[in-house]
């Protein structure tokens, strides 16, 4: 057993227990759509009606959802059981048909999907490969099960986000605010710490060098504060449309979009010579 299969297991435990309340906490909370947009609105440009898509870390499956609605074809995967048995049961209320398949899948056993099946691109939203430690093995499975050319897009967390460093500053921890500095921290969830990665900008780009190239970077959730300050925000709903607004400018600065909560990242497979 390889080493990133061990940390992979407490994680998933994790999401179980979060996956009931995750839709009111973060899905459906005004910083979870305002972040949410991004992606989609990048994912509508990168995506074509037709395709197959490959989804990791699919949690309760919106994203999904969102994606057969636009006309995509869908196999999204989690480790949680119980994240899949929650977007299993969004798909079956959904008022339109859903071409969408659920699987209960840890993003190390890409391996493990039909060898028949190469998709047309790949979207991983919010911070699930934040969770891999062993990111060249996963970078190594999804080329093998993409097409030439097939877009990627993937949601990390950075290493340094200004808004957490001053929220947990002001309220005098220190090691709080710096936690993700270090490229590593201890996620606890009830009973369950797993450890997350943070990596840069140039540590994934030579990870995922050289099957994919990366074509695009833009900042999610930059001036839009991370989902904890959810309580605060939701009683100034014209300050978040105001963030919302700067961040559409801004979020492909140089400067300014790797020190959001998270960065969104278009790589493309390199084509066989």
């Known amino acids: 057993m390889t080493a990133f299969v061990e940390t992979a297991a407490p994680a998933a435990l994790a999401f179980d227990q979060l996956a009931a309340d995750y839709d009111a ?61 929650m977007a299993r049961r969004r798909a079956a209320t959904a008022k339109s048909q859903t071409n969408a398949k659920f699987l209960t899948l840890p993003t190390e056993d890409l391996h493990k999907l039909p060898e028949s099946c190469f998709y047309d691109g790949l979207l991983s939203n919010f911070a699930g490969l934040n969770c ?34 001053a929220h947990y500053l002001l309220r005098g921890n220190p090691r709080k605010a710096l936690r993700r500095c270090s490229g590593t921290s201890v996620a606890r969830v009830g009973d369950f710490a797993f450890p997350v990665y943070y990596r840069t900008l140039t540590e994934l780009r030579h990870a ?3 099957e994919f190239r ?44 790797l020190v959001g909560d998270h960065v969104l990242l278009h790589f493309e497979k390199v084509c066989p010579c």
């Open 132 to 165: 891999v430690r062993d990111l060249r093995t996963f970078v190594t499975q999804a080329a093998r099960c993409l097409k030439p050319g097939a877009p990627l897009l993937l949601c990390f967390l950075t290493r340094y986000c200004l808004w957490e460093i």
């Open 208 to 210: 995922f060098a050289p």
């Open 25 to 85: 906490s973060f899905t459906f909370s005004a910083i979870g759509k305002s972040q949410r947009d991004v992606v989609w609105n990048r994912l509508l440009s990168v995506f074509q009606p037709g395709e197959h898509i490959l989804e990791l870390n699919c949690g309760t499956g919106i994203d999904a959802l969102f994606m057969t609605n636009a006309g995509l074809r869908v196999t999204a995967c989690d480790a949680s059981p119980r994240m899949i048995e």
């Open 214 to 257: 990366l074509i695009a970077v833009e900042g999610v959730g930059i001036t839009v504060p991370p989902s904890y300050l959810e309580r605060w925000i939701v009683n100034h709903p014209r300050l978040l449309r105001g963030m919302s607004a700067i961040d559409e400018v801004i979020r492909t600065w140089p400067g300014t979009r």
